[in-house]
């Protein structure tokens, strides 16, 4: 592989995005909702208060919404579109590559999804200074973001080397990235109330009807008639239900973009509360993998116990990061995309789909 090559086929495919008049377009309405969010964001949060940190979190998930929505059109026809075009059978017998030709597409698919984080970082320079932000949370979540945008880019262009019409490559890879977001959330909810198991409670409570009558149950006091609360029998019952069991399907949500964000980004507390989105979507997820109790109870026969105050921060402990695991997922299936979309392209081909131009 030469770099120079690679190089080449990049630049050619920049310099024709470059020119488009519907990617300005796309960059000016991503600002304008950028300026929406700051607007409405200053509105809402007290900065003093921790809401620097919404804001920044916010932000960031905004941008990374936008480039799941709009890379697959950026990317899913990069190979079939020059197909179509009859301006990828003069590259492919040059001395260029297949490789280089796929992965130079796949370079420029990535570094046009970038600039629509840079459009957003003068508003990330605003959330930072205008509040004392973790440097972490800064690094770690624009670290994962322009990896998201890489992931995504290798989908599109992978099924657009694989299929032969654009329509086709672009719906797959919105498939993908609508089964990695809402997809993942809908078999987590469903996987939880489908694998459902039983649970106990028993109850014990004052036994009301052995009140004498003309004992008011609400005024019981020392007397010859009316017993104390302390004199009333107890009766204990027992109930069995079913809980759904969302700790069996937890990690289903590895692979959701939302999910790797907000999992991998430092979290933010303050006195054991989430101060940012990042941190409570981390909190909902990683609470997600406690089993439900089997068996729970009420005692109202005894005074009330000291109450738990366990925070969220607390109720995060002992439970396991799955980022890591979602994001090697996620590379998996770009990279055997992009070897599927060389495999396909690289000429002579013994098969080509019906109807697909080869010059």
Not at 39 to 50: D, I, K, N, P, Q
Not at 107 to 123: C, K
Not at 231 to 257: G, I, K, Q
Not at 266 to 276: A, F, I
Request: aromatic content about 10%.
């Amino acid at each position: 592989m030469s770099l120079h090559r690679l190089r080449t086929v990049m630049g050619i495919e920049l310099r024709q995005r470059v020119r488009s008049l519907g990617w300005y377009v796309l960059l000016g309405v991503f600002a304008v909702l950028l300026i929406g969010i700051l607007v409405l964001s200053f509105a809402s949060f007290a900065l003093s208060g921790g809401g620097d940190g919404w804001f920044f979190s916010l932000v960031i998930m905004l941008v990374l919404l936008l480039v799941l929505l709009v890379s697959p059109t950026l990317s899913g026809s990069a190979v079939n579109g020059d197909r179509d075009a009859a301006t990828l059978a003069p590259v492919q017998v040059t001395l260029v590559t297949t490789t280089e030709i796929v992965l130079g597409k796949f370079l420029a698919a990535w570094i046009s999804g970038l600039a629509f984080l840079v459009v957003a970082l003068p508003f990330l320079l605003i959330a930072m200074v205008a509040g004392s932000l973790n440097p972490a949370v800064v690094f770690v979540s624009l670290i994962i973001l322009i990896v998201e945008v890489g992931i995504v880019a290798a989908i599109g262009v992978g099924f657009s080397a694989v299929f032969a019409r654009p329509l086709f490559s672009v719906a797959s890879t919105y498939l993908v990235v609508a089964a990695l977001t809402i997809g993942t959330l809908i078999a987590f909810s469903l996987g939880g109330f489908a694998l459902r198991s039983e649970q106990v409670t028993v109850s014990r409570d004052l036994d009301w009807s052995a009140v004498p009558a003309g004992c008011d149950p609400g005024l019981l006091s020392p007397s010859d008639e009316c017993p104390t609360y302390d004199e009333l029998p107890c009766v204990e019952n027992t109930y069995t239900s079913e809980v759904p069991r969302f700790d069996r399907v937890w990690w289903v949500l590895a692979a959701n973009p939302f999910v790797i964000l907000a999992d991998a980004t430092p979290p933010t507390y303050v006195g054991g509360y989430p101060q940012d989105l990042f941190s409570q979507i981390s909190y909902s997820v990683r609470s997600a993998q406690k089993s439900p109790e089997a068996q729970q109870g009420y005692d109202g026969c005894t005074p009330p116990a000291v109450p738990d105050n366990n925070t969220p921060e607390d109720q995060v402990e002992g439970t396991i990061p799955s980022w890591f695991v979602g994001l090697l997922v996620q590379l998996l299936v770009a990279a055997g995309l992009l070897a599927w979309g060389i495999a396909r392209t690289r000429t002579p081909a013994r098969r080509l789909p019906p109807g697909t131009r080869i010059a």
